[in-house]
């Protein structure tokens, strides 16, 4: 019978543990925000403990120790002097760094052969503030000393990032804004614009495409602003390769591009429905070409900057070859791939992470509270402590004595 009960007893006992680590392990399933806090009081109330009362206990062993080989009253040079001492023991033996955790913590919650690891949960990791000398200021995740994670940099009276960071640098995805209406939402690499993404100078004025180190390279779309737009190839921040220009008074360019201006073949129509078919140089008509009046002239020939220099037939081998020249590399220009749907891709994850970046900088902005708090409750009850010290020191006139009693 008391077999029975005993048995009876743990199963009940086993079936509450059981039921408690369920309940935590649905805790810890709640939410990985939880977690870091939870890790953050661990690391607050780590360096509490062994940067108070570690060096505390040490002074009162070597007090002690003193004590027991010279049997003599302590003095206030006495007490500097093992404080000092205990100080450089901890200094030189290193036994903070023996404290401290090598590899960082995760949490696993679930199966144990597929765990989960919950980011953000390593023991090094923290959110905090950074303030700066010129205003500028930073709230988020750091890790070695570092902006690392999901942060905002505020840039006084001037701009704001909110994103991913790598190493102190911008990299991932964020939006970043300036003063009147500036804005960028896309990918950055080592602080520069990197991937896709969309530049706005204004509602009317921006840059949406390709970039690479900080430059528009590849495909994009440039509204100027006078009222044109080119879409097409850039290289090195200007237009190079195909594209088509939309001219604000209804002409258009499709063709090729180089440093900025149409060069090779192409063709140029008119608002007023004349069309240029043949060579570019620099921008303007050079070599044969083909111009097409809307009444149904035809003026072909050599081209010298501009203006017919050499009058030849359509038919002529050099001028129609030219003409076709033109018509194909326009064809290719209008025909090009687009990349809007890496473009939308690319400003849905901007502001997924600037989304991120700003609850990074709550929590950053709630740790510091809270470590000030704690701080502030920490030196109120460092002075309690050392004004009773004081006061035993006054009343008992020539100081501590230890006495045996045997």
Known sequence: MLRITASFVAA????????QMQKFSSFLRSSSYRLSTFNEMLLACHSVVFTTCFPLILLTFLMVFYHYLRSGPFSILNIWFLSLASSIILIKSGLFLLLR???PVEWFVGDEENPTVFAGASID???GTELYSNGDSYEGELYLGKFNGSGVYDFFERGRYEGDWVDGKCDGYGIERWGKGTRYYGHYRKGLYHGFGVYQFNK????????ARGQSNGYGVLRCSDGGCYVGQFEFGVKHGLGVYHFSNGD????????GMAHGFGVYYYANGDCYEGSWQEGVQQGFGMYALRGGGVKSGEWNYGT???SLSPAHPQVYSFAQSGRNAAERAILLPTVEDELNRAVSAANRAAAAARVAAVRAVR?????????HLLTESFRSHVSKFVNLLACSGRGWRFEYIG
């Open 252 to 259: 258009k360019y499709a063709g090729a591009y180089f440093g």
């Open 101 to 103: 955790r090598k590899k």
């Open 125 to 127: 990791n923290r959110v």
């Open 367 to 375: 740790y510091r509270e809270e470590r000030s708090k704690a701080w």
């Open 204 to 211: 009317s004025v921006g840059y949406a495409g390709e970039w």
């Open 308 to 310: 017919l220099k050499n």
């Open 12 to 19: 009940i006992r086993k079936h509450k543990e059981e039921m």
